[in-house]
């Protein structure tokens, strides 16, 4: 490694989670290294205090020209957008710039299953890493799930590493290359970042860019985005979905059968997760673990033992025969709609946020079935009340104590409380896990 990248000029770009590691990798390699972010400096204390612990360098307050091009290799954190005039200089000048994926690539040496899609990434990948696990295999679980891949190149003794990875490190991706590559669904989302939606999809299809014949390719038959890209997969294809017509998993008389190389059924009433994209993120992970050979047995205890990560379909408490749920990660439409389809009786819900460019008509249909009354926060409000005002009632809060207030009163005494936004946090909270957090201390509150 010290071969590789001893003595080069490195300039990360970002000091988020997998900024700070790639910078503390570089450190280790003995690369002089510099850390740059656009922030001012009073925001990032507690990151400064720890850089200046490891001894590396770093800038604030902006990208200096003369740092990047003084480079012999720019490395970006995933949330920096590639078309930056500052990175496009440095390509000009035949600086290299890559993203964290084709950094790692061709330094990772065990197979690596990596998932992607809109909504799931993250409770998908812990499935299939719990699973493994239970069948006796020393999988690392990280990517864009909170570990960043950069940590697992260091890492010995494993046999699989299972990747969360997101549009934003795939886009930047010409070099990594999964053996297995699940793609779980594709809707809108980070169109704000994304120049449109068939930007998007390109950089969602691009986790199979690189498989081979020899490589699988898990995918949702049932997304309409999906199935005009694989033209271009070259992997074997598996797919699943709600229907049995033609796929490698379906649902069919209240249980999950899988049936790539064995058939396995799996009774729905068994599970701990709920809902019919819960159902399809099992189906990917089961199938998963056909492709790599497991042990049905072994996997069929761990998987009754799964439960909803904090901030999904989280039941949160009841109170007076409302039941609260924290969907804080519904952070697009889809995501909303699939908690709506998934509750048994009519909610409240308390959504609202920065938009990030969708369109929220798709989500009409399930308001007007499945909504009692709809309770608006952030910057969104304004927007999702003018389509939403003809089907149901709107209210709107201030704060998210006021929302769940008013949600409790509204839905007593036969209705739920929802909160599944359908829009980023950024308006109003740090990220969805503290709109999450604050969620549950008011519901506890009343």
Not at 180 to 201: E, F, G, K, T
């Amino acid at each position: 490694m010290n071969r590789i990248f001893g003595n080069r000029r490195i300039v990360v770009m970002g000091m988020g989670k997998t900024g700070m590691a790639l910078a503390t990798f570089f450190k280790k390699t003995g690369a002089e290294v510099v850390i740059s972010d656009c922030l001012p400096e009073d925001k990032l204390n507690d990151k400064l205090k720890t850089l200046r612990n490891l001894g590396i360098s770093f800038e604030t307050g902006g990208h200096k020209e003369r740092t990047f091009l003084n480079a012999d290799l720019v490395v970006m954190s995933p949330g920096v957008n590639p078309q930056m005039p500052i990175l496009k200089k440095c390509e000009s000048k035949g600086i290299p710039v890559i993203g964290e994926l084709d950094l790692v690539a061709p330094l990772l040496t065990v197979p690596i299953i990596a998932v992607t899609g809109t909504n799931g990434k993250t409770t998908t990948t812990t499935i299939i890493g719990t699973l493994l696990r239970a069948t006796g295999k020393e999988a690392w679980i990280g990517g864009n799930i909170g570990t960043p891949l950069v940590e697992a190149i260091t890492k010995t003794n494993i046999d699989y590493i299972v990747a969360e990875v997101s549009s934003f490190q795939l886009e930047t991706s010409n070099l990594f290359h999964p053996y297995v590559a699940i793609c779980l669904n594709i809707d809108q989302d980070h169109l704000d970042r994304h120049s449109n939606l068939d930007a998007y999809v390109e950089s969602k299809l691009k986790i199979a860019q690189n498989q081979t014949q020899q490589d699988w390719f898990i995918y949702d038959r049932d997304n309409p985005y999906i199935k005009p890209g694989l033209i271009k997969v070259a992997s074997q294809k598996v797919s699943y979905g709600v229907a049995s017509s033609g796929q490698e998993a379906f649902l069919k008389d209240g249980k999950i059968v899988v049936c790539l190389n064995e058939r396995w059924e799996v009774k729905i009433e068994d599970l701990n997760l709920i809902g019919e994209h819960n159902y399809k993120n099992i189906m990917a992970a089961l199938l998963t673990m056909q492709v790599l050979g497991c042990d049905f047995e072994r996997i069929f205890p761990a998987l009754k033992q799964i439960s909803p990560l904090p901030h999904r379909l989280e039941l949160v408490r009841s109170l007076n025969g409302v039941k609260f749920y924290n969907d804080s990660k519904a952070t697009n439409v889809s995501a909303t709609i699939a908690a709506l389809k998934s509750l048994p009786r009519p909610v409240v819900l308390i959504a609202g946020g920065l938009s990030k460019g969708q369109n929220f008509l798709p989500l009409l249909p399930y308001l007007k079935k499945r909504a009692k009354a709809l309770v608006l926060i952030g910057e969104a409000t304004a927007e999702m009340a003018a389509l939403a005002k003809q089907i149901l009632p709107i209210f709107t809060a201030s704060d998210m104590d006021q929302a769940v207030e008013r949600a409790f009163e509204l839905a007593k005494p036969d209705a739920d409380v929802l909160l599944s936004p359908a829009c980023a946090s950024f308006d109003m909270f740090k990220d969805y896990k503290e709109r999450g957090e604050i969620f549950k201390r008011a519901v506890y509150a009343l």
